[in-house]
């Protein structure tokens, strides 16, 4: 039930041409707490429900807790969430051994990409495309639970 994994900014939509899937997402926050969050997320047609808990010192690795719900579920909790909806479009990509998961944030967040790659350790080595920017693991203002918050519109 751990996640490791790393955030980085991304400087061009390069990895477009190279996506292998690419699904809407749009998600809310029952608790949007640092130390415990807990998230509705609707991506493509399934539902799901994710408690997370607080990450470590470097903010690579926390719990991760995630189920799979009924979608016609999902949405009926979605207005019970927090303000603040978050609505983007993941790609995913493989680079290598990995997978990249690249975020194009809209609405309040809109101009916003970040890109996530899951990591067995937090010491596994990776490659890095050339559309991979400044990492920003760690920075809770990435974090979805604070941009829903804390929009990128408004930084």
Known sequence: ?????????????????????????????????????V?????????????????NESGTTRLEWEKEIPSTEAEQLLPLCEPGTIDKIRYEITVGAHVYEVDVF???????????????????????????????TGDERYYNAYLSNHPFKSW
Do not use: C
């Not at 790393?6 to 707490?33: M, P």
């Not at 309040?108 to 990591?119: F, K, M, S, Y």
């Open 39 to 55: 998230r509705i997320r609707i991506k493509g047609d399934k539902g799901f429900l994710t408690i997370k808990g607080k990450g």
């Open 106 to 136: 809209s609405g309040d967040n809109e101009g916003l990409i970040i890109a996530e790659i899951e990591l067995a350790s937090e010491t596994e080595s990776f490659e890095k495309p050339n559309w991979v920017g400044k990492e920003v």
């Open 1 to 37: 039930m751990q996640e490791t994994e790393r955030k980085f900014l991304v400087t061009s939509e390069d990895f477009k041409t190279v996506a292998f899937t690419k699904n809407r997402i749009v998600q809310g926050y029952l608790n949007s707490h640092p130390e415990r969050t």
